[in-house]
């Protein structure tokens, strides 16, 4: 079984979009994608929660658990082979890039999911989720133009005119819209904290007191920017620009 560690299980949770990522200033590049996560037993409540997840998007092959058994390792690694081999047959990678022995979420994976990404107009992240692998899936792609959603430009228009109905309107859906464990991390940054449950922070406020210059401001900015698709971004600056 080629999918084995803690580390590897944790990389392809995060790398289909079942585990929250956690940056590394400096990632091992040689080995997995530049998420930091750690060797330990597969025991902490968000990897229980994210195998769950996997396992019940499989489950008429997998008991839903939590548990990273021999079966649910095995539709792991054919999940990330599958992804891979689609990746390759749309010509995001070759097979020089990713061999058929590797079934891990590193590098090259993580490259060729943000080419993907990219040609289609998605937030790049190099996280692949089921819905993109199952555009992945289509015999043929349509390049898309980029999403024009970019939130520090917001930022500045909502500095300019706070009391805005529909840039307040446009904000308070987005928080409704964005997962709980994605506002808990916008949060966490925008503090400088790590808490597990924290009070989450409300996005008006964040574009209200926005300060470019604080680097906690900068990443809490940049990973808000980075979780939003392209159907919450329409309907985002469809309230946005709502006269």
Not at 47 to 71: R, W
Not at 106 to 113: C, K, N, Q
Not at 168 to 186: C, F, M, R, S, T
Request: net charge positive; charged share 20%.
């Amino acid at each position: 079984m080629a999918v084995s560690s803690p580390e590897v299980i944790r990389h392809i949770l995060i790398g289909l979009g079942y585990l929250a990522p956690e940056i590394d200033p400096k990632p091992d590049l040689t080995k997995f994608a530049p998420w930091k996560r750690n060797n330990n037993s597969l025991t902490d409540d968000p990897t229980e929660e994210a195998i769950k997840k996997f396992q019940k998007q499989y489950s008429q092959k997998l008991v839903v658990n939590g548990n990273a058994d021999a079966e649910t390792r095995s539709v792991m690694e054919n999940t990330v082979e599958g992804l891979q081999n689609r990746l390759k047959f749309h010509g995001f990678a070759t097979n020089s890039e990713i061999p058929k022995d590797l079934p891990f979420y590193g590098p090259a994976t993580y490259i060729a999911v943000k080419k993907f990404q990219k040609s289609q107009g998605l937030t790049e992240n190099g996280i692949a989720t089921i819905e993109q692998r199952q555009i992945l899936q289509q015999p043929s792609l349509t390049n898309k133009p980029q999403s024009q959603l970019k939130l520090i430009d917001l930022c500045l228009q909502f500095q300019k005119n706070p009391q805005n109905p529909s840039y307040i309107a446009a904000l308070n859906n987005l928080q409704q819209n964005l997962p709980k464990d994605v506002l808990h991390k916008v949060t966490n940054k925008w503090r400088g904290t790590n808490d597990q449950n924290p009070e989450i922070v409300k996005l008006t406020n964040v574009f209200t007191y926005y300060d470019d210059n604080n680097a906690n401001h900068r990443d809490a900015l940049n990973h808000l920017q980075s979780q939003i698709t392209p159907a919450i971004s329409k309907a985002f600056l469809s309230l946005w620009n709502k006269k």
